[in-house]
């Protein structure tokens, strides 16, 4: 009788972890973007009048309105704070050191989303808060390049994301926890695709761990079932990703071990009681078998 084969999945949804990673690169994308538009805001910033009055005071009822392109809150140590329109027509609001440059900055995005940016004392950006196209909020850290190399973000589910990035911006980590409470680890290659990750899955029924090789193909897994029956298993890939080895303690330890060719057929297998074949209790087998599946030989013979 044969049991049901253990599939040594390290409980990852690799779908919904591609998913993430094309909206983190888009992320990443978009605030490159932003740091151009605002180092050209920025020099229009400097080079404009201190105030520009486009209107006059303007009285509804008890309501006053007045209306202008750039407001600037001057001092002795120069302008403090700014008020302005950046070539979007969205409104920026700036607070300055003494040396006139912006360090932190509060804006809105063309579609309302808000944003909130702080910059060192060279101008550059060192933190962005800001909030997705789907409501998602995210927290994203730079290194003195303005290079992205952390971002938090969560999603609108609930579900929180961490990723860490290399110097270029590539994500090489990232870890999450679903909305279904399922656990995950993706550590990424420099070639941009998995190379171990790491998962547990909802309640601590199933966990596991999966190493790649550079072409993202899954070449090893270890798997742990906590549930009845329990069992553990290790299971090693070829370079097509298909199973040839699988080796397995089933109910009470009993081990098994199968050999698979490259269609992924068992063609050898060695086990105890409550292998995938089960014999009666205690007894070692061992069983060959033809390209087709059939049983050609067993030791000890039935």
């Not at 994308?29 to 105030?51: E, M, S």
């Not at 390049?145 to 609930?158: I, P, Q, S, T, Y």
């Not at 990232?174 to 993706?186: A, I, M, R």
């Not at 070692?284 to 000890?300: C, E, L, N, Q, S």
Request: charged share 25%; hydrophobic share 35%.
């Amino acid at each position: 009788m044969m049991d049901e084969r253990p599939t040594v999945s390290p409980a990852v949804n690799h779908d919904a972890f591609q998913t993430e990673l094309d909206h983190l690169r888009q992320q990443i994308t978009r605030i490159d973007r932003v740091n151009l538009l605002w180092r050209r805001g920025l020099g229009l910033l400097v080079i404009a009048l201190a105030i520009v009055l486009v209107g006059s005071t303007q009285h509804t009822d008890d309501t006053k309105i007045l209306r202008a392109e750039k407001f600037v809150l001057g001092g002795a140590t120069g302008e403090p704070a700014t008020l302005f329109m950046d070539h979007n027509g969205q409104p920026v609001f700036s607070l300055n050191d003494s040396h006139g440059k912006s360090r932190l900055a509060l804006t809105l995005t063309q579609d309302g989303r808000p944003r909130i940016s702080l910059r060192d004392k060279d101008g550059k950006r060192t933190i962005l808060m800001d909030e997705g196209t789907d409501g998602s909020p995210a927290l994203t850290l730079f290194d003195q390049r303005e290079k992205c190399r952390l971002v938090l973000l969560l999603k609108r589910d609930g579900s929180p994301y961490i990723s860490l990035f290399d110097k270029n911006s590539q994500v090489r980590m990232t870890s999450s926890v679903q909305s279904n409470g399922d656990s995950h680890l993706y550590i990424m290659n420099s070639k941009d695709s998995i190379a171990m990750s790491i998962g547990i899955s909802e309640n601590d029924v199933e966990s596991g761990m999966t190493y790649y090789d550079n072409d993202g193909k899954d070449r090893l897994s270890m798997s742990v079932m906590n549930r009845e029956p329990s069992w553990s298993s290790i299971r090693l890939s070829d370079q097509s990703g298909l199973m040839r080895i699988l080796q397995y303690a089933g109910r009470n330890g009993s081990p098994y071990t199968a050999y698979f060719d490259q269609n992924e057929k068992p063609r050898m297998t060695i086990g105890n009681n409550d292998g995938l074949y089960r014999t009666e209790k205690g007894k070692f087998k061992m069983r060959f078998f033809d390209i087709a599946g059939k049983i050609t030989h067993a030791v000890p013979d039935n």
